[in-house]
């Protein structure tokens, strides 16, 4: 099956590095980026991917902000929490607005990502 993957943060480095790296895994390609979250709810109106990769800490609207609004707008739409900011209450919280996993962005954590998109992959 192939998926398509918004990615949302602001570093555009993270952004290009990530595309990269998911576009040279079979099966999925990348349908758009976004800057923060409040364009990533723009983009998943326009652009309705299968799932959206979201940082927490972004300028004009974070993530889980961002993940609540996705969730009444796209409820079908897969979210995966990509963040330097791991802890058992932004689990809970990542939960809560409707993220199913949380994978933190320290070094060798991309094949982790690789993981849970294949995990959701084969629930489709």
Not at 96 to 124: F, M, N, P, Q, Y
Request: charge should be neutral; charged fraction near 30%; aromatic fraction near 4%.
């Amino acid at each position: 099956m192939s998926c398509s993957i918004l990615i949302v943060d602001d570093n555009p480095f993270v952004r290009l590095a990530l595309r990269d790296r998911l576009e040279r895994a079979t099966g999925w390609r990348v349908c758009g980026q976004a800057e923060n979250g409040k364009v990533a709810v723009e983009k998943v109106k326009a652009l309705h991917p299968d799932i959206v990769i979201l940082d927490l800490r972004m300028p004009v609207m974070n993530g889980l902000e961002a993940a609540r609004e996705i969730r009444a707008v796209a409820p079908g739409t897969e979210m995966i929490m990509f963040t330097m900011y791991c802890s058992e209450q932004l689990q809970k919280d990542a939960r809560a607005a409707g993220i199913r996993d949380v994978v933190s962005k320290s070094v060798g954590t991309t094949e982790h990502l690789l993981a849970v998109l294949r995990d959701l992959d084969r629930h489709d």
